[in-house]
């Protein structure tokens, strides 16, 4: 179904952005997300481009996590349109998100606590040998081999990849999640709260993963509650209250104290005034 | 990489020490309990549980009495199997001695003889134009029937929400219900040779093993067994991960629904006949055969060979409370008091666990 909703950005049916697409990875307009009742997501119009890192900022339940959501089609949106890698995309659920290049941590993490570290990170597109539709032949070592390639690439430690998820501390599991993500090519990488429970170690090993994105031109969208963090890594901050986008800020043109203001909502940046 | 100290922390790992297999520790209870009806039989029956005890007889062990434990659970025992997937992805199916009922009755019908000791079999439930059919008319009709009433439960549990044990609870009722309808309460017998066969002598062992060793290979080596451990394990994350959810627990659940489908083959034919009342609480006793085997009831842990070695202790204990001379009142009272520890055992288990992450 959703796969003739995916028609190309100059087709005649598809809705258009306003404005250039150029070289704009994702977009987003009137985003928005309810509840019943409940408006954890109102109107969010957002867009990233090539190469740029987009950090997301914003109270607890401020919808950082619901916009998310959205994007990567674990939830069906209340309304809005979104764009992705130049097309306009109505994603029938996260693997079809996946598959068209957008690799997410998740702040619950979604790892599965009975299965082990490549299991978790090949966890629905596993490497199979032969294919029997759902009988198709898994490819543990395959899978073992390109795990340990993965962490390694990440700087990553784990003490032992066969472990389950579940005896690992909240720290491991977060370098799961995030090793999973870094093992995928994507073009576009979320990451909501990846070093919440890091150590300091664990979090300048993050940091360094998500230079590396930099260096290699991989946009990101970096959810963050770490002002420090986010003046280093990102290029624009997107601030969120309430449910809107209340101030899209060139991180230049900004400092921790003036993010501070407009999440708090002592300010409000003019074009979104109206709406707040 | 065994002595590597690596890892977050600079923590050590000595990969030597692992832990035993939940599966080990259920052996072991299989091994206890066999040693305590040894010890029982030579107090109280002087006489032993395990071993051959009769002069005309050769050999170590008391084979007959081996022979009757397993094929007595072994056709319990293939329904265990499918529901052994079902409780793998947290949920749960009540209606397998239902649709075993239903199915029996249904694929009976299509392997009944044309003739009774020279005389027309005027019992056949088609009439007598369909009598005599080739076997596998009977066999494919009860995979068939097996399959669907499991299709049911699954798209009723994927796409309504209602929880599994609503869902088969009614499955559990309608099929009763069908398996009564199907000839007004009669039962359904005289089959043919070739369906006599299906069930005959060791058969039920050789199937339930076949199906055992094949469902134990699905489950370890192929994502269908991924994607179930998966799902029982962190449903919300096996859906962020792209798996999907609904379709896979309808074809879980149809997996089901076919093994019991196998099950009511196997026993109509080693019983030659097939009756609306069969099959009662197999249900119960195949997920009693799983968790005794170690299958967590919250889903995502547990292994076939640990329903295999759960349905033996399920089989040793009957088995040694009839060669104790108990009544059978005891033995179901024991067989509930099992189950309930067993559930009691995985909880403790599973805390456990908890407290060492
Ligand atoms: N499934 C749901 N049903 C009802 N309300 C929800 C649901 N999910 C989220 N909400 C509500 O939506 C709002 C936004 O939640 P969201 O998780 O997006 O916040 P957040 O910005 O990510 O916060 P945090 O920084 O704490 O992670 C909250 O008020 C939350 O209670
Ligand atoms: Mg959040």
Known sequence: MASDMQTDISGANAPHPSGDIGDVVLRTEGLTKHYGGVHALQDASFEIRKGEHVAIMGD?????????????????????????????????????????????????LALADHLDVPDNLFLGREKVLFKLGPFSILDYKGMREATLAGLEKTGVKIPNIRNTIQHMSGGQRQCVAIARTATFHSKLTIMDEPTAALGVQETAQVENIIRTLKEQGEPLILISHNMRQVMDLCDRIVVFRRGRVCANLRKEETDGQDVVSYITGAKTQDQYADAA | MAEATHGIGGLTFDASKRNLPPEAGVAIALVLIVVV???????????????????????????????????????IG?????????????????????????????????AQVGEINGMENTRAVFGSGWVDLPVILPVVVALACGMAAGLINGLLIAYTGIPPFIATLGMMVSARGVAKWWTAGQPVSFPTESYAAIGSGMMPVFVFVVLAILFHLILRYTVYGKHTYAIGSNEAAARMSGIKVARHKVLVYTIAGLLAGVAALVLSSKNLTAQAGMGMMYELDAIAMAVIGGISLQGGRGSIPGTVLGAMIFGVIISGFTFLRLDAYYQEMVKGAIIVGAVVLDQWRQRRAAAKA
């Open chain 2, 78 to 110: 293939i329904i265990a199997l499918g529901v052994t997937q079902v409780i793998l992805t947290g949920g749960i199916d009540l209606s397998s001695g239902s649709i075993v009922a239903a199915t029996a009755m249904i694929a009976m019908s299509f």
């Open chain 2, 37 to 75: 009806f040894e010890v029982l039989g030579r107090i109280l029956m002087n006489d032993s549980f395990l071993f051959n005890t009769r002069e005309n007889i050769d050999g170590i062990f008391n084979v007959a009495r081996l022979q009757i434990i397993i094929l007595q659970v072994s056709i």
């Open chain 1, 60 to 108: 607890n339940g401020a919808g950082k996590s619901t916009f998310v959501r959205q994007i990567t089609a674990v939830e069906q949106r209340t309304g809005g349109k979104v764009w992705f890698d130049g097309r306009y995309v109505e994603f029938d659920g996260p693997l079809e998100a996946r598959e068209a290049g957008i690799e997410t941590v998740f702040q619950n």
